[in-house]
């Protein structure tokens, strides 16, 4: 028996959330390799992510497979994706054209998952003479008219940390209320802005607490105190 959807949404723990992009990742992955159905014992494992908790974030979407056949992928998939919102086009803004704005600029993910860049900005007069990936570099001062214009959606942040608030603040002002942060700081916002923190550095010093552990024969090298 396959369950149907409940005619209301129930609302989704944000623990949940995170893990229904990894969930649809798989499931695409399958879907390309012209997998139509998996149980949940295979969609965990390749996710990575116990199997009653994959069912237990799959029943807030209302949709539990067919005992003894398992999950259609394709359906499954499809559920997942406008769940989270992205079988429709996000644009974004990306302020910050150093190395990393370079990289994120350049990343073919965005276009398969539903976001559009439709814009990049800098406030470097010598960076605003660049077409990254096929779009201009344009000074930082054109975002309100480019928000208004495109009706940006998200916008990411990967400037210096000093310039990081500046941004955000102008972003709100500007009408965005979700932003991506990869400046090593901490963003003040008003509520009703979502801010989802990446920072590289600190994934990898959590990465070498665990191979630390890994590998209790390395001593630990204390650190000095300053002197007085």
Not at 10 to 29: G, S
Not at 56 to 77: E, I, M
Request: hydrophobic share 45%; with cysteine; charged share 20%.
């Amino acid at each position: 028996m396959t369950s149907r959807p409940s005619a209301e949404p129930r609302d989704i723990p944000e623990a949940t959330v995170a893990r229904l992009p990894v969930y649809l990742r798989a499931l695409t992955t399958l879907a390309e390799d012209g997998v139509a159905t998996c149980s949940s014992e295979e969609l965990a494992q390749a996710t990575g992510v116990n199997s009653a908790k994959l069912r237990k974030d799959l029943s807030y979407l209302g949709s539990y497979g067919t005992r003894g056949v398992g999950y259609d992928v394709a359906y499954l998939r499809y559920q997942i994706a406008r769940q989270i919102g992205v079988t429709q086009d996000w644009p974004v803004v990306i302020v910050g054209i150093g190395n990393l704005g370079h990289a994120l600029a350049n990343y073919s993910g965005f276009r398969s998952r539903g976001f559009r860049v439709v814009a990049l900005l800098d406030a470097d007069p010598s960076r605003q003479e660049e077409v990254v990936a096929g779009v201009d570099v344009r000074p930082f001062d054109d975002l309100e008219a480019i928000v208004e214009e495109c009706g940006v959606a998200i916008g990411v942040i990967a400037t210096p940390a000093a310039a990081a608030q500046d941004v955000a603040d102008r972003m709100v002002a500007a009408g965005i209320r979700s932003i991506l942060n990869f400046a090593p700081t901490v963003l003040a916002v008003p509520e009703g802005v979502d801010v989802r923190k990446v920072d590289l550095s600190i994934e990898l010093q959590i990465l070498a607490y665990h191979e630390q552990r890994k590998s209790p024969h390395l001593a630990l090298t204390p650190i000095e105190e300053p002197a007085i």
